[in-house]
């Protein structure tokens, strides 16, 4: 079913910094659950962002990974994370998706100071709006999981939009569409949290008794979700335990620019009225007495 892409906050703009729970909608959100444990580190998901966005190729080099490349970049909005770890005296490969989580309160929408730059959608999707991008990288700075990467030829800032423009015509994202073994789910986000405790109490039967869902309380939860076999091991999967984003640094933020503005305001104001009554600053004319020549000179 094809998606409106009704808008819920924009940044930079006083609907940024209303608590999510004020803005939801009856529209229906969106949500990608990653089973890591269903993953085979195929890369058939970076193949398939990259040619559906029209991403540049960029050269890649061994570096005693399996990683094709090294990190995000501006061309390279999901990449396959490989991290070998010992477990229980096993050797394991800790392998995640790493690319943007979409969170429900976005950290990187709170710090953008350009009107319309960063847009949420009510489906839970936030894309980034190239043609308002000023480049000042605030966004870079206020996302909690390092995703948005910064281009130092265009002077703008990308990341995965969640293929947009396939979700606005009802496919689902283009990742999704390629994996070969289905560890990617698409769908709302109510029913991918009723699949993700299910894939856990699989996954428990199976023995692993950490496994856990990750879906981070402290950014309102995500919209591209994991389940993660080793739930007591986040940091293996360069996850963050508690990853956090609030508006309220943003908000003051705000409130001290407006007070700034009245503040100047009434500095020109008593400046204009000063003007009017007093008129213009004259210097006073002074007589030179001092005597000329050698008058008032001792003496030989």
Known sequence: MADTLSIRRVS???????????????????????????????????????????????????????????????????LMRFNEVEVDGNLNWLIKKDACLHCEEPGCLFACPAPGAIVQYTN?????????CIGCQYCVTGC???????????????????????????LEPACVKTCPTNAISWGSKHDM??????????????????AAVYNPAGVGGTHMMYVVPHGDRLADYSLPSDPTASPAPMTALGFLKRVGAYL??????????????????RLEEHEDHEPHGDAGAPAA
């Open 144 to 170: 909690p999981f390092d995703i948005p990467r910064f281009d130092v030829h265009t002077r703008k800032v990308s990341k995965c939009n969640m293929c947009i423009d396939r979700v606005e015509a009802g």
């Open 193 to 210: 949290l009723a699949l993700a405790d299910k894939k856990v109490e699989t996954l428990n039967a199976r023995g692993y008794q950490n």
């Open 264 to 281: 100047m305001g009434f500095g020109v104001l008593g400046a204009l009225g000063h003007f009017l009554r007093y008129g213009p600053e």
């Open 12 to 78: 930079a703009s006083p609907d940024a910094y209303i608590p999510i729970s004020a803005l939801r909608s009856g529209g229906p959100t969106y949500a990608k659950l990653v089973d890591i444990g269903a993953c085979i580190g195929c890369k058939g998901c970076e193949v398939a962002c990259k040619e559906w966005n029209d991403l540049g190729v960029e050269p890649t080099a061994n570096f005693g990974s399996y990683q094709s490349h090294r990190d995000l970049s501006p061309k390279t909005w999901l």
């Open 124 to 132: 839970g999707i936030v894309d980034f709006n190239q043609e308002n």
